[in-house]
């Protein structure tokens, strides 16, 4: 009962009203179109049979005239008074023959160029006749019959030829007839007009003088590329009238392609789609009409509380809670008054308690975002006195193998090489000399360390020199050639990030020497304002980055190049592919203390 009364609404019966007109519109399109097309069916199975038995007309005409020209041929007394040289004789009985062919004409051609015929006033002239392609292919002892063109005429024309004593063709038959397109449009009896192309060229029948030049168009293209014996039909709209055509490609011959069209204007047609269009549109009017006093009887109580509704949904989306939404309207609509009205007065209640928590939750995180801040820093102080204490731990205990450890172990060569001058014996001068080696190579392992641990360079000479020593050091020896760059005023670094900015330099060295196989590495130096910009990139084998970075294995030396640019508020960027060398960039903000020309 509830869905019957939502229907009985006035909007949802205009509705209702509008989409059964819509549907009887659409039927009755429809129905008109298919009455349209069955009409269209019938003219175009017309037409086909027209073109079938036009076509069957040309292929019985080829093959008479050439059965004709072929007995002709067989006929031996004409030939006889030829050979004899007997003019009166063979004209006499070339008449004979032309009686009975009142529309077409006859002649006897010699292979010396000689022209014969029996008819008053021939068509085609002797050496209009002596000039036909076919003519020259009958002298080859071929028996043809073929459509051609003379003087803008299409003719159908048949040669025979006659072969002499010496087996080769001395005589031709040639039997010509022009087409005349008014008679072969009485021949199908029908068609609002009959057309016959040449290789576009057009001759137009007499019962058409004012055939459609758009037609004739279609019909050259359709011509053009026609295919075999395919009868193509066709509809074509000129000022408002619908032609039916058909297209009948006849044959391809030397003088070109030859088609004929049947044209027929099809005023049934154009008559079913012009009542189907002029009642659509009567329909619609009918539906314009019956919705427009739909809408004059509902605007009242429908549209007028349903602009006031939606007036009142758009205060309240942008915004605007305070203006109360007063019901208007009958039955649903005043409901749905009323239900905005409520959800008005709760958004409204909602909005002031989320302010209210919004108040809240700003003053905690005031006070947690402070408390952060105090960690932050206290917490980037702890790095870096970590990493000062580090570098400060390296530097002692480097002092402390090159003082000790090292003078130690050159003190033992001295000696060694003293107790080596004061021996006689080989074999203790053998073993001398591998103990002094020994001492040798634990001394250059020492030195290694200290340099690993702490070079000096990095204290005496700063960061870029510190570098170039230990890439050069670390990468040569395995023929790695090593080119550093330079770029702005070089600036001392505070310790603590002078230390880590070498370390991740170093780390990135001792990857490429590990892993990269280069043949060539270069590190480039930018010292700008405020920050200190380094790529160093090699021609190695690469690798991913992200698989790397995620691997279960770990790569260690990545994550710690990471944090330690992190740790100074820099930014490191890894650029690698299989194949490809690895490119790393690396930007790290500074405080500068001095710069290299407050030395000077």
């Known amino acids: 009962m509830n869905r019957w009364r939502r229907l009985g609404t006035p909007i949802h019966q205009m509705v209702l009203t509008v989409g059964m007109v819509a549907l009887l519109a659409v039927g009755v399109w429809w129905l008109s179109e298919r009455i349209a097309s069955g009409v269209q069916t019938c003219l175009n199975t017309e ?195 619908t032609y039916a055509v058909m297209v009948v490609p006849l044959e391809t011959t030397r003088a070109g392609k030859y088609a004929f069209v049947l044209v027929r204007r099809a005023t049934v047609l154009d008559l079913t789609r012009r009542k189907a269009v002029n009642g659509g549109i009567t329909l619609v009017v009918l539906f314009v009409a019956l919705a427009g006093i739909l809408i004059w009887f509902h605007t009242r109580d429908v549209f007028r509380p349903l602009r006031a509704l939606t007036q009142a949904a758009r205060r309240v989306a942008e915004g605007d809670l305070e203006t109360p939404i007063r019901p208007t309207g009958k039955g649903d609509l005043y409901d749905l008054g009323q239900s905005m009205e409520t959800m008005r007065e709760r958004l409204q209640g909602l909005i002031v308690q989320e302010r209210r928590l919004r108040q809240r939750l700003a003053s905690r995180l005031e006070a947690q975002s402070g408390t952060l801040e105090q960690m932050c820093r206290a917490r980037e102080q702890v790095l870096g006195r ?110 603590h990030v002078q230390a880590s900015v070498y370390r991740v330099l170093q780390e990135a060295i001792n990857n490429i020497a590990q892993h990269a196989q280069a043949r060539h590495v270069v590190l480039h130096f930018a010292w700008e304002d405020q920050r200190v910009h380094i790529e160093i990139s090699d021609d190695g084998r690469g690798f991913e980055v992200e698989a790397a970075a995620t691997a279960p294995e770990a790569h260690f030396g990545l994550i710690g190049m990471r944090e330690r640019v992190s740790l100074l508020g820099g930014h490191l960027q890894i650029a690698s592919e299989p194949g490809k060398g690895t490119r790393i960039v690396l930007d790290v903000p500074y405080s500068p203390t001095r710069t290299m020309s407050d030395d000077g």
């Open 47 to 241: 037409l086909y049979h027209q073109a079938v038995a036009l076509r069957s007309w040309f292929i019985h005409e080829h093959y008479y005239l050439r059965d004709e020209a072929l007995l002709l041929v067989d006929y031996d007394e004409l030939f006889a008074w030829l050979a004899l040289g007997e003019t009166p004789r063979l004209r006499h009985v070339l008449a004979l023959h032309q009686r009975a062919h009142e529309e077409d004409v006859i002649y006897l051609v010699t292979d010396t160029g000689k022209v014969y015929t029996a008819a008053e006033n021939p068509l085609l002239e002797a050496d209009e006749v002596r000039a036909l392609p076919l003519v020259q292919e009958g002298f080859h002892g071929k028996a043809l019959a073929e459509l051609t063109t003379i003087r803008n005429q299409m003719w159908l024309v048949a040669v025979a030829p006659h072969v002499g004593a010496s087996g080769v063709p001395n005589a031709l038959v040639v039997i010509a007839r022009q087409i005349d397109p008014a008679a072969l449009a009485d021949l199908i009896g029908g068609g609002q007009g009959t057309v016959l192309l040449a290789n576009g060229t057009a001759w137009l029948s007499p019962q058409e003088a004012s055939f459609p030049e758009p037609v004739l168009a279609m019909a050259q293209e359709v011509m053009r590329g026609a295919q075999g014996d395919v009868l193509q039909p066709y509809d074509l709209k000129v000022a408002g009238h």
């Open 386 to 495: 970590l990493i000062t204490a580090q570098e400060e731990e390296r530097r002692r205990v480097s002092r402390e193998l090159h003082d000790e450890t090292s003078q130690e172990l050159a003190n033992l060569i001295v000696r060694l090489g003293t107790l080596k001058r004061t021996l006689d014996d080989p074999q203790a001068l053998a073993q001398l000399e591998d103990l002094r080696r020994h001492a040798a190579r634990a001394l250059e392992g020492v030195n290694r360390i200290v340099m690993d641990l702490r070079p000096g360079l990095l204290d005496t000479y700063g960061l870029v020199p510190a570098v170039q020593w230990y890439a050069e050091s670390r990468l040569q020896p395995m023929g790695t050639a090593v080119e550093v760059q330079a770029t702005g005023t070089p600036v001392d670094l505070k310790p």
